[in-house]
């Protein structure tokens, strides 16, 4: 295009001219820029809206006092930072924390965080707010909420959250009844499968001998007996997710079936000709230590890699011991719900349950709540109503147990008094299981270490 030399190109403005504090402040998310001694720099608008400080009195406050209201720096109360990864290393860094409002109101907040370089090439941190809706402050499955605000916790939840992102299979380790359960419907929920099947798989009943007829399914006729098609379980999973739960006691020859279907999707039904599709996503879990298990040839390496794509481990109760509270009054409202009535923890009782060790988890914790309620004669339960079952894995932690106290010091956590417990509850596994704060499988699995 012609131009006249008397046209003047407009003037190229440097960045350098502009208001940094102006373009913060068009983000409606809360931002706030760090250096390396936690003090604030600069923050937008809706950063001080959200904690309460005037633009007079936020630079050089430490953040943590801010969002935390903590004098000390969250990764020394054990979270995860962004601080830490940004001023080390310099890659972004992203964490689920919890947040405090100005009076105190706790909420749930995911944090990116980014390196800011000023012009003499001095980094800072830039953080990034997003404060999370209720639904998603506590990970809701059903009625089912997982609930906790331990460094610990929010670190899994976190996790979780990522990986339901992805399609790639999860195995998910903990001890019994720390919520590998819950956690799996958890993924399935934040997962793009949501609306498609989610199939549980208890692999501690599934033996060889079952394997196609349970996890393929069978044709009318495939044997004597077999009345009509079954579609199995693999199938019934199609475009959603399969949990495989207790997967450290499936037998070797099943692990092999199973790899094979897992590899490419492909089946035939017993008895049947045709070659099936499913596209399923894998979540497996296990308390057992898989790579052990590995390591004991106990359990196919091949597999293990299928199945830990992605590995999350749930800590268990007594290393957030902060979060029994919270759980407490959520497994109270559940149980208040069941049973028709109210019931809340009297401090001494919030104390007692605090102090111990749970080995069964949080479903020993619910176990226990369960028999304080019965025992509770009005709506306030007393130390005296909590009654623990176990003795613990790490007894010095332990509160004198008013029960007689069992030995866990069996193979792989099992009490060395099973057989007795067994004939006192004349062989009911569902009893025993109730008895000691575990779940059924962990006892079925118990006999059949033996
Ligand atoms: N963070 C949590 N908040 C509230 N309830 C929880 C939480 N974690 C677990 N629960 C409850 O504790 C009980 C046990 O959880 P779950 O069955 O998921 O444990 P698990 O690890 O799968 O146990 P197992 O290995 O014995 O099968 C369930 O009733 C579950 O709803």
């Not at 050089?60 to 801010?66: I, K, L, N, P, S």
């Not at 903590?70 to 919890?98: A, K, L, M, Y």
């Not at 609306?195 to 009318?220: A, N, Q, Y």
């Not at 007393?382 to 008013?402: G, T």
Request: hydrophobic share 35%; net charge negative.
């Amino acid at each position: 295009m012609w131009r006249s030399p008397l046209d003047k190109p407009a003037p190229v403005h440097s960045l350098e001219a502009l208001d940094v504090q102006s373009a913060m402040d068009l983000q409606q998310h809360p931002m706030v820029v760090i250096d390396a001694e936690y003090r604030i720099v600069a923050a937008n608008r809706a950063y001080r809206e959200c904690y309460g400080v005037s633009e007079e009195d936020l630079v050089g406050r430490r953040c943590h006092q801010v969002s935390h209201h903590s004098d000390v720096p969250c990764h020394e109360n054990g979270e995860d930072c962004p601080h830490q990864t940004v001023f080390r290393n310099g890659e972004p860094h992203e964490v689920r924390h919890v947040h405090y409002d100005p009076v105190g109101n706790a909420e749930h907040v995911r944090i990116r965080g980014h390196v800011l370089r000023d012009l003499r090439g001095q980094r800072f941190l830039a953080e990034e707010i997003i404060h999370l809706p209720r639904e998603q402050s506590e990970i809701t499955c059903t009625d089912m909420r997982m609930v906790g605000r331990s460094p610990a916790f929010l670190r899994c939840l976190h996790h979780i959250e990522m990986a339901a992102r992805t399609d790639a299979s999860i195995l998910l380790w903990g001890e019994s009844g720390v919520g590998k359960e819950l956690a799996a419907s958890a993924l399935h929920q934040f997962s793009a499968r949501a609306d498609k099947p989610l199939i549980t798989v208890d692999c501690t009943t599934l033996p060889e001998h079952l394997f196609e007829s349970e996890f393929l399914g069978h044709e009318r006729g495939a044997y004597t007996g077999c009345i009509g098609r079954k579609i199995g379980l693999f199938e019934s999973a199609d475009g959603g997710t399969l949990f495989l739960d207790e997967v450290g006691e499936l037998p070797l020859p099943v692990q092999a079936k199973l790899l094979r279907v897992l590899e490419t999707g492909a089946f035939r039904r017993l008895g049947g000709a045709d070659l099936l599709h499913a596209n399923v996503r894998i979540i497996a879990a296990s308390n057992r230590n898989l790579r052990e298990m590995v390591a004991e040839r106990t359990f196919r390496e091949d597999l293990y890699y299928r199945l830990a794509a992605i590995n999350i481990d749930l800590p268990p109760l007594r290393e957030r011991r902060e979060d029994i509270p919270g759980i407490a009054c959520v497994l109270l409202e559940r149980i208040g719900r069941e049973w028709g009535g109210q019931w809340q923890l009297s401090t001494e009782a919030e104390r007692r349950l605090c102090a111990y060790n749970f080995p069964g988890n949080v479903r020993e914790l619910r176990n226990i709540l369960q028999k304080a309620v019965a025992l509770a004669d009005g709506p306030l339960i007393l130390p005296e109503h909590v009654h623990f079952l176990q003795s613990s894995h790490h007894p010095e932690e332990n509160i004198a147990a008013p029960t007689r106290p069992i030995s866990f010091s069996g193979r792989r956590g099992r009490p060395t008094n099973l057989p007795e417990l067994l004939s006192t509850f004349q062989g009911n596994r569902r009893q025993v299981a109730e008895h000691l704060g575990v779940s059924e499988r962990t006892v079925y699995r118990w006999l059949h270490q033996s």
